[in-house]
């Protein structure tokens, strides 16, 4: 660990003369809080925002590398390569289910919840990605269900007033890893503007036996009006994936016991419609359509099944924001969505589950001299048409296969005040109550009568641009009711499903600061995230931390340009310590047999160390057009587990309660080449 750690601070130990690199932050654009575009000075939360130089120059390879920094964000990639956020601490595992994830302000998990936002989000080509916005304690009114820790909304690049542009690049790495992406736009006329792209995607992976193969191709079209623009994206994208699941605990990281092999295809539709209507008051209608298409691989019969699971969303959003006053304005609007999720069966035939929302909301914010003033108000009803599943122990034997209705109606509230005590700086007081209530995927695996999770966050933040340093810094109380938490049933015959629970109160008290500071030729940065989190519900579990949620995240980096075109730089990431994923259901001792194997829990335990990570890349611009990069992450090739827990009888079918993981990659290697034109 020493070795690691004076290795570090020499990497991060650069000299300090030369030309600025300066970006004050608080002037970035932000689209997310509202649908229309304001600041991240004007925002009362502890935003972050990631732009696309910043996704280039480190030639973040994916998600994972591009957020990494974002304090009070976990960023992992999860069994069958999907990519999921974790903000302010809400079990990464399931926590896609707990926050808004928007592309271009279109929720992709706020209307279901389900599989198909996290392997959506692992669809999306870096290479289209313009900026990426995360907003903590945000969305509730926007967006309503899922909104308990905040928004990401990750904004792809919009098509250019440009006659011919494009570009052209490929990316090689470790485990087989070959990426070639090409985009190019041109225009028709002097209204409508259009762009087209594919990516293509290989990598063996890093276990034994491990494939992955993605294809995205991708079409925007966008006609001006006077005072306006209409929008339409389409993107469809297939793939398989043959990756390891879990294995016990003593097993080396690139040993694989069991496959599990999928393909699945998508198609994705957006429209946008925006409108001055005249100086005061702006129209905006945005609509999707999502469908999903996956397959399993049988052993049995040596081949996939055919369209065994399909999900499809639609989700419909108009609003009016309108001007009053001096720099003041309110926002009127309502969505609909409907979210289907069916499963084939050879016995019962398709079972199809169904969840219809509609919502409506004010938005409000005044400006009056220093201050800025918001309040909103959203209320939410849903209505679920489902099946039950089949499921020992959790769901009734006579309600196996039936049919059943549920109806949720709930309310998100936003109040803030935001202080602009300087030129540079805004300090703001924010309540926000926010709720989930359970995606289509979960109703049918519900334990118990099932309730509204609800959340009461207060946060107290400033930012600030000072002396060369940006600065942002936050605290928060946060306290759930009914708290939705998924685990895996004890009935080895039965992982593939999901129980979900409401397991009753939980209290959070963090604190995150985040700061950059830019000298002449470097930048240095650092993030400090603490969290403590309690559940208070029955004797069993009453005082215990949630699942997978540390309660420290630290990160520490710097950037050097030694020339403006050519740069390198470190990230270091401290990951606490954790609670196992599965621990809590083991705390109850009386659902285990008291003898024999099943009684074994000697090879079991709560806590999962905390581990270091380094990761280095470099930037080299050539000229206007073209960009070379080079990257290394976990520099140590630290060995760690993207999740652990404790899932019954092991893969080898000899021992009950074996501690189980899920490996994260070693040391990996990457570098990219770009031309634009």
């Known amino acids: 660990m020493l070795k690691k750690i004076s290795f570090l601070i020499l990497i991060l130990s650069l000299n300090l003369w030369g030309e600025p690199l300066k970006e004050i932050r608080l002037e970035e654009s932000v689209i997310s809080t509202e649908d229309f575009e304001t600041n991240v000075r004007d925002t009362p939360s502890n935003i972050s925002i990631i732009t696309k130089d910043e996704i280039e120059t480190t030639g973040a390879k994916d998600l994972v590398d591009a957020l990494r920094n974002v304090p009070g964000l976990l960023v992992k990639e999860y069994a069958g390569g999907d990519i999921r956020f974790d903000l302010r601490g809400q079990n990464p595992m399931y926590a896609n289910k707990n926050i808004i994830v928007t592309v271009d302000g279109i929720p992709l998990n706020a209307i279901g919840g389900g599989a198909s936002s996290s392997y959506s989000i692992s669809q999306i080509p870096m290479e289209t990605i313009e900026k990426i916005e995360v907003i903590p304690n945000s969305g509730g009114v926007l967006y309503g269900s899922g909104a308990i820790g905040g928004i990401i909304n990750i904004i792809t690049k919009s098509a250019k007033q440009e006659l011919n542009y494009g570009s052209l690049s490929m990316k090689i790495g470790s485990n087989n890893l070959y990426e070639e992406n090409l985009d190019y736009g041109t225009m028709i006329g002097d209204k409508f ?11 063996k992976a890093f276990r034994d036996d491990e494939d992955i193969e993605k294809l995205n191709t991708r079409f925007l079209g966008k006609y001006l009006l006077e005072d306006g623009e209409i929008e339409f994206k389409y993107n469809y994208s297939k793939g398989s994936k043959d990756l390891g699941t ?11 016991i069991n496959l599990n092999k999928r393909k699945y295809e998508y198609n994705d539709f957006q429209g946008k419609y925006r409108k001055e209507i005249n100086e005061n008051i702006e129209f905006l209608l945005s609509a999707n359509y999502l469908h999903n298409d996956s397959s399993p691989y049988d052993k049995k019969l040596g081949k996939y099944k055919t369209n065994i699971y ?5 989700y419909i959003r108009s609003q009016f924001k309108v001007k009053y006053l001096t720099d003041s304005h309110i926002i009127l609007g309502g969505d609909l969505s409907y979210h289907t999720d069916s499963e084939s069966t050879a016995d019962r035939g398709t079972l199809e589950s169904k969840k219809d929302n509609y919502g409506l909301f004010v938005l409000n914010k005044i400006n009056y001299n220093k201050f800025q003033f918001t309040q909103g108000i959203r209320r939410d009803f849903t209505n679920y048409d489902f099946y039950y599943k089949k499921l020992t122990g959790v769901i009734p034997a006579d309600k196996w296969y039936q049919k059943d209705n549920k109806k949720f109606n709930n309310t998100s509230i936003e109040l803030a005040v935001n202080y602009l ?11 926000a109550q926010a709720f989930r209530t359970p995606d289509v995927s979960e109703i049918g695996t519900f334990q118990g009568e099932p ?7 207060i946060e107290l933040g ?3 641009y000072i002396n060369d340093t940006y600065l942002s810094a936050s605290v928060y109380y946060t306290k759930s009711n009914n708290y939705l938490y998924s685990k895996i049933p004890l009935d080895p015959d039965e992982w593939d499903k999901s129980v979900t629970a409401n397991i009753g109160k939980v209290n959070k008290i963090g604190a995150e600061l985040y700061m950059e500071h830019y000298f002449d030729k470097l930048t240095v940065r650092g993030g400090v995230t603490y969290l403590h989190h309690e559940i208070k519900s029955n004797d069993i579990t009453n005082g215990k931390e949630l699942p997978s949620v540390p309660n420290w ?10 020339t403006p075109n050519f740069s390198v730089g470190a990230d270091a990431l401290y990951h606490g310590s954790i609670y196992n994923l599965d621990y809590l259901k083991y705390l109850d001792t009386s659902v285990l047999p008291s003898t024999g194997p099943e009684s074994n829990l000697s090879k079991y335990e709560e806590k999962v160390k905390s581990y270091i990570t380094l990761d280095i890349f470099s930037s080299y611009r050539i000229n206007d057009n073209l960009l070379l990069t080079a990257r290394i992450d976990n520099v140590f090739d630290e060995q760690y587990a993207r999740y652990v827990g404790a899932w019954g009888w092991s893969p080898l079918g000899d021992e009950y309660v074996i501690q189980q993981k899920l490996p994260a990659p070693g040391r990996v290697y990457t570098v990219s080449i770009k031309y634009s034109f």
Do not use: H
Request: net charge negative; aromatic share 14%.
């Open 193 to 203: 503007l259009t762009s087209v792209g594919i990516t293509q995607y290989n990598s």
């Open 246 to 256: 879990t294995i016990p605990y003593y097993m080396d990281n690139k040993e694989v």
């Open 310 to 314: 399909k999900e499809r969303k639609e």
């Open 421 to 431: 005590y300087s030129e540079t700086g805004s300090a703001y007081l924010s309540y």
């Open 451 to 457: 309730e509204s999770q609800t959340t009461n966050t």
């Open 462 to 464: 400033i930012k600030e």
């Open 553 to 562: 995240k630290l990160t520490l980096g710097t950037t050097y340009n030694f």
